[in-house]
Every structure is written in C-alpha cells, then in structure tokens.
C-alpha cells in the first residue's frame, strides 16, 4: 500500500500491558527488556518478537486460565535431547516444579505452515522428554494444542485439542463461544498477518497461482463472515473452529455446510465449490477461527483487505487498484450523501465505492452520535441499494464483491459486465461465468440514472472495426464512422450518459493526452457540449507508476448539463498537485497538495466569478 499508515496496538502488547499492571511481569523504561516474575525469576530482550509472543501468552496463561506464576518455570532444559534444548514455558501440577503438565513452544508472528510443522516436532519432542500431559505451539495469533499423554508419540492431527483447560480442568470441546468465550478483536497489522498466512497456506507454495489462491481464501472469509453473523445467541457455538480430537475431514465437513447454505441464500457472491484439501481448510480454519471479523471496525478491516489483495494482485493486475490517496480525493470533492445512487463503471477492486461508503459512514457518526441503529441504517442501507460497480474481469469483479461484503455489505450491485455493452445487456448481467451466480436483470444499470459516478477508466486498450462489427462503434457519437476508438474516449461518452441530466455529477481519471493533444479536440468539444466542467487537476507523473502505469494524468470533476442547457463562458478551477502523499515507488509521503487543492477548491465554489487563486 502507498502509505504506511498509524500504528495500531497489537493483542500482544495489550496483554504485556495487562502483565505489567497485574504485576506479574515488568519491562524496563525504554521496553528493551521483560522481567517474568515467577520463582525463578528471569529477564530477557523484548526487541525479540518471539519474546513478545511468549510475554503475551505468559499474560494470558495467568491471568485468564488462572495458572499460579509459583508453578510456572521459563527456558526448561530438556533432559535428553542433543543439542541441549529448552521448552519456552513450562507449566508444574506442583509448586516444586517437578511434574510438567503444560508445555509451550513460542514463535512470531508470521511465521510459515512449514516453520510452525518444525515448531510442532519441537514442542512435541520437549514434551515427551520431559513427560508432559500437554503441548501448545502459539505461533503469533496461530495455536495449536496437544494432548501428548493419551496418544502414540508420532500423531499429530487425533490428538489436536480444541484449547488447553483452565487451571488443570478438563480439555474443552469447544473453545469459542459467543458470551462467553468469544472471538477477539485484533490490530490491523495482525489481520494483515492473518490473511497472508491463509494466502500462504491456500496458495502451497505455487501449486495454485495467486489469484486462484485468493478465490479459495475469499470463499473461507465468506464462510468465517456467514458464520459470525449466524452466531448471534448467546451460548450457541461458533462452527468456523477446530474442535478437541476432530479431523481435517470433520472441519471441512463443517466449513463446507456453511458454504453450501450461504451460496443457496446469497446467489450474488460464489457459485463453484470450495476447492481445497481437508487438510488446506483445515490449517486456514487454525489461521483465523480467533478473529472477530464482524466487530473489527470498518477502517481496520478495510485496509487490511486492501493491503493483502494488492501485495500479490500488483504487478499482475495492477491496472485495477486505484493509488488510496487519489482516490479519497475524487470522492472528497463529489461531496456524496447517503441519497445518492453511485456509480463506478470500471470498479477494479472495489475503492472508491468503499470510499465512498466510508465517507457516508463517518458522516452518520459524526451527524448521528447518538443513534447506533439509526446511524447503522444510515449508511448500511446506502451500500445496500445506492453503490453500484462493473467490474469486466470476472475475477476481479468477485474481489470487489468480497471487498464490499468485508465492509458489510453492498455487493449485490456490484455486476462483471463491461460498461460499453448496449445498456439492455449491462443491465441483464453477465451470467455466462461459473465463479459468479447473477441475478437476472439489475434495473439499476440504466441511463440517466446515476447522481455520482466515480472511476478510473481503463486507458490503452483500442476497440477495432476489425474485431468487433462497426456497428459496435457507430453506436458511440465518439466512435461513429471510426476504424477504432480508444476506450477511455468511449468511456467518457458511456460514463455521461449514465449520469442524471442537469444534476449528475462525475470525477475521473483521464490520461492528459485527452485534455491536450490538438488530434482528441473533438473529445474536448464533445465533453464541453454535453457537461459544464467544474475542476481539472493535474497529478505527477509517477502517480500510477508504482501500479505498472506510468500515463500523466489528470482528476476531471464535470456535471452533466440538462437538454438544451446552455452554460456560456464560465470560470473552471484547475490545478496542479505536485506531490500526493506517496513517491514514485508507493512509500509515504508527509506533503499532499491534494488537502490544499481540495480547501482551495471550497473557497472557488462560494464564489467563483471573484476567485483569485492562491
């Protein structure tokens, strides 16, 4: 993503936190170092992320599964194994530290499936030798737990438990249940780190390519989603997790159920199956079954979304992300309210209609504080009926569809089509893709009907009389009598005539070849006939280059005039925005023009006849 954007706190230093004012443990002024303070107390580097894992589980194994610090011995030498080892945490049924019941392995955050498998074996073998009755690996947010005393000492998927017990209890079957053990809300960072370990863990190691990889993680973040939602009763259990002694066969089996019933009430999102092994769904399930999806607050999961589609997506389909920078931008000066139906009719992965959700959504909690239900309506309600987006790659389609159900909702309007079809099949979908399941029409997708549209054309592709039947072209005014038209000039013609006459308003990204060039003049005067143009602002160069196009170009802000309006001469407010808040290569920039230009902007419309500039 272009900006490194604010540090969130993550689980683990909530729980060091925790710790500290517990007294359990304590962390010198400048928090390079942890001080455990158990019976033989110890202290060791927290710059380590490993170290912070284990402070954080340290926390946790006290203070909420109630296991007393006198009982609780860090680095263990195990007896028997060469070269000398030693067990991260070790939990005592005795205070003289004599019989081990627990034993704990701690890695990073991150780590690989094949980096957690070596930390199994290795946690495996300090427990045998020191004859525990259970093992856990906590690799980051990822756990995994063993009951090593009733089973042969090679298995390691009948003797997985679903969590260790409470203060030497008995295993639980479950570990999630709503109200009372329920899922947690994690940091941005730990979301981003737990949807590229799913990537990781679908993708094998390139036996599915990467956008394959992330259909199949989109279908398990659909099942995870449907399963939070269903799971509304207090006491009822969550059926996205790996139970006490249950198979990768069972959880898949279970996965799959939630699969099959929400494609049956939900036809807009996925038709095909879940084409994974046991095993994959299993180790994604271990991944994110903690993780509370629903309650993680809309900024977090979307930037987290965005940050893991395009760290594998650029580069293959950069075209199809919008830098988020420009993007907020355009959708600042649109100035859209919750009554607005908007469009984006090359909608990528989804941006700026999130945005533009996003901006309606914190304009209900700013203008509504003190209504949560009449704020959620507020903007739910819009995403559902008035965000409208066609996508013409199929696959790219479903990651904005997944993109607005990660946002709660509004991707029922969102249609693979291409938006220089004849308006009849626009609105009629494309239903010929066996990813995606369409409705039958979607009368949304009409002319003269948009109050909003918002987009970033494709730019270079060429439409030929040669390839397609001149009729095809002849049904544009910018494409009548041509041999071939580029398809950001139709797009220009197609994007007006969705828009509302007199009131429809429009911001786009046009390569400034339009905007110039003396051979495109009859673009210009085909723009100036049909729209009064309100703003012009020029980007750099490099604005699209870190997403692999590297066209100058501009943000154009127009409104449609209504038949036979005639606007006469008018002031029009251009400007050029230097730098943007991101570089050539994607890292942040502190300097935005864009802020200034948009306050700028403010000051034109109340009074544009007397505008001086600045």
């Not at 936190?17 to 110890?42: A, F, M, P, Q, W």
């Not at 259990?237 to 494609?263: L, M, N, S, W």
């Not at 006939?529 to 490099?542: D, G, M, T, W, Y």
Request: charged content about 30%; glycine content about 6%; proline content about 3%.
């Amino acid at each position: 993503m272009a900006e490194v954007l604010e540090q969130q706190q993550t689980t683990f230093d909530e729980n060091i936190e925790r710790g500290i004012k517990e007294k359990i443990l304590s962390v010198n002024d400048d928090y390079t170092k942890v001080t455990y303070h158990v019976k033989n107390e110890k202290t060791y580097k927290l710059t380590d992320p490993e170290e912070k894992v284990r402070a954080s589980y340290f926390t946790e194994l006290v203070l909420d599964y109630q296991y007393p610090t006198e009982k609780i011995a860090l680095e263990v030498q195990v007896p028997r194994r060469t070269p000398n080892d030693f067990a991260d945490i070790v939990i005592y049924e005795d205070e003289e530290l004599k019989k081990p019941y627990l034993v704990v392995e701690c890695k990073k955050d991150g780590v690989t499936d094949a980096e957690s498998n070596q930390a199994i074996e290795q946690v495996f073998g300090n427990a045998n030798s020191l004859k525990a009755k259970l093992a856990i690996v906590v690799a980051g947010n990822t756990r995994t737990a063993f009951d090593i005393a009733n089973f042969k000492p090679m298995e390691r998927v009948q003797n997985i438990i679903a969590d260790i017990p409470k203060k030497y209890d008995k295993v639980p079957k479950y570990k999630y249940i709503k109200g009372e053990n329920d899922l947690k809300i994690i940091s941005r960072e730990e979301l981003i780190q737990s949807l590229e370990k799913c990537h990781d863990t679908v993708w094998q190691g390139g036996k599915l390519a990467p956008t394959v990889a992330f259909d199949e993680v989109s279908k398990l973040l659909f099942c995870k989603l449907k399963d939070e939602k269903d799971n509304y009763k207090k006491g009822s259990i969550y059926k996205f997790q790996i139970g006490t002694h249950e198979t990768p066969k069972e959880v898949f089996k279970r996965v799959d159920d939630i699969y099959q019933v929400a494609k049956q009430q939900d036809a807009e999102v996925f038709k095909g199956n879940l084409n994974l092994e046991p095993e994959v769904v299993f180790q994604v399930v271990k991944h994110i079954q903690e993780i509370n999806f629903t309650k993680t607050d809309l900024d977090t999961k979307g930037v987290a979304f965005e940050r893991f589609m395009q760290d594998f997506f650029k580069g293959k389909m950069g075209q199809f992300f919008t830098p988020r920078k420009i993007v907020e931008f355009v959708v600042k000066m649109m100035d859209i309210n919750n009554n607005q139906l908007v469009l984006d009719p090359a909608s990528g992965s989804g941006g700026f209609l999130l945005n533009a959700l996003d901006s309606v959504r914190k304009h209900a909690e700013k203008e509504i504080p003190d209504d949560a239900q009449i704020q959620y309506s507020h903007w739910h309600d819009f995403a559902k009926d008035n965000l409208f987006g066609i996508e013409i790659n199929d696959q790219i389609a479903r990651v904005c569809k997944m993109n607005m159900i990660i946002h709660d909702d509004g991707h029922t309007n969102v249609i693979s089509a291409s938006a220089l079809d004849d308006f009849k099949n626009v609105k009629k979908k494309d239903s010929t893709d066996l990813t995606i399941l369409e409705s039958t029409t979607n009368e949304g997708f009409q002319k003269d009907n948009f109050d909003v549209i918002i987009t970033n054309p494709p730019f270079g592709a060429t439409i030929k009389s040669t390839e397609y039947k001149q009729e095809y072209l002849d049904k544009f005014e910018l494409g009548k009598k041509k041999k071939n038209q580029k398809t950001e000039i139709l797009f220009i013609e197609r994007c007006i005539d969705f828009l509302k006459p007199k009131t429809g308003k429009m911001g786009i990204v046009l390569p400034d070849g339009i905007l110039t060039n003396s051979s495109l003049q009859y673009v210009r005067d085909f723009i100036m006939k049909r729209c009064e143009i309100l703003a012009v602002v020029s980007l750099p160069q490099f604005a699209f280059s870190h997403y692999g196009a590297g066209v100058k170009s501009s943000l154009v802000f127009v409104r449609r005039k209504g038949e036979n309006e005639k606007t006469g001469n008018y002031p029009i407010f251009m400007a050029m925005a230097d730098r943007i808040g991101y570089d050539a290569t994607g890292r942040e920039d502190n300097q935005n023009d864009l802020d200034k230009i948009y306050d700028e902007y403010q000051i034109f419309k109340a009074n544009p006849d007397t505008y001086e500039g600045c």
